[in-house]
Nanobody, 124 residues
Framework: QVQLVESGGGLAQAGDSLRLSCAAS????????MGWFRQAPGKEREFVAA????????YYADSVKGRFTISKDNAKNTVYLQMNSLKPDDTAVYSC?????????????????WGQGTQVTVSS
């Protein structure tokens, strides 16, 4: 059974940095894709970034490109989201998710396993 546990959220000011972690367990993730999504109050869940577990290819939403970096540590089975130059619009609950397939990695529907989420609040 796949388990994903996020950590690292919190309160930040505009321009600050935060790093989120997602500890994954329960199976081998070789060939899988790990994604970060976020959901702000009253808004739909939106794609932030994804990474291929084996090859390490990365994918980003235009809104975070150049500010956020997704990475992984295979030895620790952990995926990270380094968030720099944070903006108030980045305020949301951030969740990591796991998908067996590349197809659909930009959509929440493409993922079958989810963490519980971690709150990120950015003040101006």
């Amino acid at each position: 059974q796949v388990q994903l546990v996020e950590s690292g959220g919190g309160l930040a000011q505009a321009g600050d940095s935060l790093r989120l972690s997602c500890a994954a367990s329960g199976r081998s993730f070789s060939g899988w894709f790990m994604g970060w999504f976020r959901q702000a109050p009253g808004k739909e869940r939106e794609f932030v970034a994804a990474i291929g577990w084996s090859g390490g290819s990365t994918y980003y939403a235009d809104s975070v490109k150049g500010r956020f970096t997704i990475s992984k540590d295979n030895a620790k089975n952990t995926v990270y989201l380094q968030m720099n130059s944070l903006k108030p619009d980045d305020t949301a609950v951030y969740s990591c998710a796991a998908s067996r397939y590349y197809k659909g990695i930009y959509s929440p529907n493409g993922y079958g396993d989810w963490g519980q989420g971690t709150q990120v609040t950015v003040s101006s």
